[in-house]
């Protein structure tokens, strides 16, 4: 069982930044994917990064932009947003699963969300 707890979440101008902190409780941490993915309002959850093993992926919206890196001896995984865009907009979660994928359906635990707002 792994439970997740995202933080740092909240209201940023266009072109401004924002870390993301997701906090894992169990065992084995590192060997899980831990990912992140997005949802606003109206609109089906999308994937935004995953890290495992010493690989990252990027969705193609946010390639260039946003980082994602994992403390393993914290059990911490973050989300580094840079240049920020109304459209980012969304509440951000964190999710944890073995296999390392882009589709949210895949994964087993998730977080409880936090609140990303980009203003223009």
């Known amino acids: 069982q792994v439970q997740l707890v995202e933080s740092g979440g909240g209201l940023v101008q266009a072109g401004g930044s924002l870390r993301l902190s997701c906090a894992a409780s169990?065992?084995?941490?590192?060997?899980?994917?831990m990912g992140w993915f997005r949802q606003a309002p109206g609109k089906e959850r999308e994937f935004v990064a995953v890290?495992?093993?010493?690989?990252?992926l990027y969705a193609d919206s946010v390639k260039g932009r946003f980082t994602i890196t994992r403390d393993n001896a914290k059990n911490t995984v973050y989300l580094q947003m840079n240049s920020l865009k109304p459209e980012d907009t969304a509440v951000y979660y964190c999710?944890?699963?073995?296999?390392?994928?882009?589709?949210?359906?895949?994964?087993?635990?998730w977080g409880q969300g936090t609140q990303v707002t980009v203003s223009s």
């Open positions: 890290s495992r093993n010493g690989i990252s």
């Open positions: 999710a944890a699963d073995l296999g390392l994928s882009r589709y949210y359906r895949d994964y087993d635990y």
């Open positions: 169990g065992r084995a941490f590192s060997r899980f994917a």
